[in-house]
T-cell receptor, first 116, second 111 residues
Framework: NAGVTQTPKFRVLKTGQSMTLLCAQD?????MYWYRQDPGMGLRLIHY???????AKGEVPDGYNVSRLKKQNFLLGLESAAPSQTSVYFC???????????????FGPGTRLTVT | DAKTTQPPSMDCAEGRAANLPCNHS???????VYWYRQIHSQGPQYIIH???NNETNEMASLIITEDRKSSTLILPHATLRDTAVYYC????????????FGGGTRLMVKP
């Protein structure tokens, strides 16, 4: 199992450009998440998905859009990048919450994005 | 979800046990205690979680006080590779499993 993979690993954008970050998981997880982590800070949840075709807003959703067309993939889009979106972006996935115990989240290696 | 309080940093000698405390005095009956860690520049890694009873796995032990207001993560024989930021998170299993990462404890394992 590759676990959770993220593409690309690094990216530099100019203000106003758009891009899509791809997250893929091969663990058949139901839930997927996008977080951002600014220097010296903890992670903050951007958007999440509880299943194919469903998405929901997290703590800091403004300026981002997401799609979950396939269970194994979760895309994060920036329509018009701003310097404030310079950050490290982490994707995560987890199992089905309908089971009796909560399950841990598995994180990808991160995408380092710089917006100039 | 209940808030947690952790010391900002701790040191530990290599080969010794690392004991990382966490206060969660407002924890509710259905909230679990989770521990994650983040090694520099990597994605966070799940370590262990518990509800009431003490738990142990191949990575660590989790000791939860009887009143559940605090807990301690124990790394029995710390190595240099255990140097990381450790996050204590309290989470209900009906909260959509949303992790909220606070400041954590920066553990430095020294030779």
């Amino acid at each position: 199992n590759a676990g959770v993979t993220q593409t690309p690993k690094f990216r530099v954008l100019k203000t106003g450009q758009s891009m899509t970050l791809l997250c893929a998981q091969d663990m058949n997880h139901e839930y997927m998440y996008w977080y951002r982590q600014d220097p010296g800070m903890g992670l903050r949840l951007i958007h999440y998905s509880v299943g194919e075709g469903t998405t929901a807003k997290g703590e800091v959703p403004d300026g981002y859009n997401v799609s979950r067309l396939k269970k194994q993939n979760f895309l994060l889009g920036l329509e018009s990048a701003a310097p404030s979106q310079t950050s490290v972006y982490f994707c995560a996935s987890s199992f089905d919450l309908r089971l009796s115990d909560p399950y841990e989240q598995y994180f990808g290696p991160g995408t380092r994005l710089t917006v100039t | 979800d209940a808030k947690t309080t952790q010391p900002p940093s701790m040191d530990c000698a290599e080969g010794r046990a690392a004991n990382l405390p966490c206060n969660h005095s407002t924890i509710s009956g259905n909230e679990y205690v989770y521990w994650y860690r983040q090694i520099h520049s990597q994605g966070p890694q799940y370590i262990i979680h518990g509800l009431k009873n003490n738990e142990t796995n191949e990575m660590a032990s989790l000791i939860i006080t009887e009143d559940r207001k605090s807990s301690t993560l124990i790394l029995p024989h710390a190595t240099l590779r255990d140097t990381a930021v450790y996050y204590c998170i309290v989470l209900a299993n009906n909260a959509g499993n949303m992790l909220t990462f606070g400041g954590g404890t920066r553990l430095m394992v020294k030779p």
